[in-house]
């Protein structure tokens, strides 16, 4: 099964700040990883996919990057909406195992 | 509007079983590929498993932790897509979502207590 390494666990920022969270797989998945934002009892939201597409609705100033074993997601200019804990998924082949999830704060 | 709803959840005793029903409507659901995922109190989320498309035979796989116990099924008459949990522990106790990943359900707790 694919390992997923996370981090970090938790990020304090500010408003207009710029952040970003990486995710390593234990193999390579090429681009078959998501990301998503979930809100305190709420549903997880689908923001990123095949690792760099931004789903419909997400605004540009999240992005993801990256391929094979390492991956990134930056949010640009954080908006007080964006405090919230972030998953990285791999889509790879089952089990498709999340991140440990990062818990975004405000400084 | 694609919408997904999961119900059945509820309090149930160590041992006991339960089934979790997931409506869906604003897409092609027979098409799909319906997830399972669920999410521990204060935890992350997990993973439970899936079920594929009749194309691709209803194939089904899980985590190793409920693969002798839980079971997905589907019915794409219907547009809904089952948990069927047997033999349950109090670790299972979790809010259990169904999703597509690009869409989810507000999700359903299973609590597992004596």
């Known amino acids: 099964d694919i390992q997923m390494a996370q981090s970090p666990s938790s990020l304090s920022a500010s408003v207009g700040d710029r952040v970003t969270i990486t995710c390593r797989t234990s193999?390579?998945?090429?681009?078959?990883l998501n990301w998503y934002q979930q809100k305190p009892g709420k549903a997880p939201t689908l923001l990123i996919y095949t690792a760099s597409n931004l789903q419909s609705g997400v605004p540009s100033r999240f992005s993801g990057s990256g391929s094979g074993t390492d991956f990134t997601l930056t949010i640009n200019n954080l908006q007080p909406e964006d405090f919230a804990t972030y998953y990285c998924?791999?889509?790879?082949?089952?089990?498709?195992?999340f991140g440990q999830g990062t818990s975004l704060e405000v400084k | 509007e694609v919408q997904l709803e999961e119900s059945g959840g509820g309090l149930v005793q160590p041992g006991g079983s339960l089934k979790l029903s997931c409506g869906a409507s604003g897409f092609t659901f027979s098409g799909a590929v319906m997830h399972w995922v669920r999410q521990a109190p204060g935890k992350g989320l997990e993973w439970v498993g899936r079920i594929r498309s009749k194309t691709n035979a209803y194939a089904k796989d899980y985590i190793p932790s409920v693969k002798d116990r839980f079971a997905i099924s589907r019915d794409d008459s219907k547009k809904m897509t089952y948990l069927q949990m047997n033999s349950l522990k109090t670790e299972d106790t979790a809010v259990y979502y169904c999703t597509t990943f690009d869409y989810w359900g507000q999700g359903t707790l299973v609590t597992v207590s004596s």
């Open positions: 998924q791999h889509n790879y082949n089952p089990p498709h195992t």
């Open positions: 193999q390579s998945i090429n681009i078959f």
